[in-house]
């Protein structure tokens, strides 16, 4: 019987020190963006908790914090399509400007779901920051304000991104061995 190998991390992607000097530009251009009218950062767990830190501490206004929890693909690489609410919000986003935080785009479908899901709680303003968006895999068509970097479609994990609970930790955005 063979054995089952775990997979491991591979070729980084984007280093530490890239996505410090990108996440800083984002903060600039968000504090620019929202002078007067500071955000709501709608985190969508797990995966943004990394981003959501680092980039309110690049934004020079009063913003505040929520959090939402969605489920994700579980230990599996592939997107579903299904999204479920695990955590809703805890505040009323009437009249809020609302930027949601997103952790990766790949088909599109969380996010869409998610906006549906925002839109019609009657915000000020609904606009988005994803951090990684996976180029040529999005299904449908989403307005993405704000876009960390673009990614060849391949499955990464880092800053957030996990494989079966595992890697969120690392400071940087990496492949994954062995898991494909
Ligand atoms: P979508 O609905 O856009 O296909 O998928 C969005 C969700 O899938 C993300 O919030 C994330 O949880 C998960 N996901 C998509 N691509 C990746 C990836 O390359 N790595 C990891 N770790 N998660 C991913």
Redesign the pocket.
Known sequence: MGQVMEPTVGDVVITADQIAARVAELGAEITHDYAGRPPLLVG?LK?AFVLMADLAREIALPVTFDFMA?A??GAA?A?S?V?RILKDLDVDLEGRHVLVV??????????HYLLRNLSVRGPASLEVCAF?V?DG??RIELPVNYVGFHIPP????GYG???AGR?RHLPYIAHLDGAE
Do not use: A, M, P, W
Not at 154 to 157: G, K, M, T
């Open positions: 969508v995966g969605v994700s693909y690489t997107s399509g999204v997103e952790d990766i785009v790949d088909s599109g479908l969380t996010l990684l996976k895999q999005q391949r499955f990464v994990v991104l996990d494989h890697f």
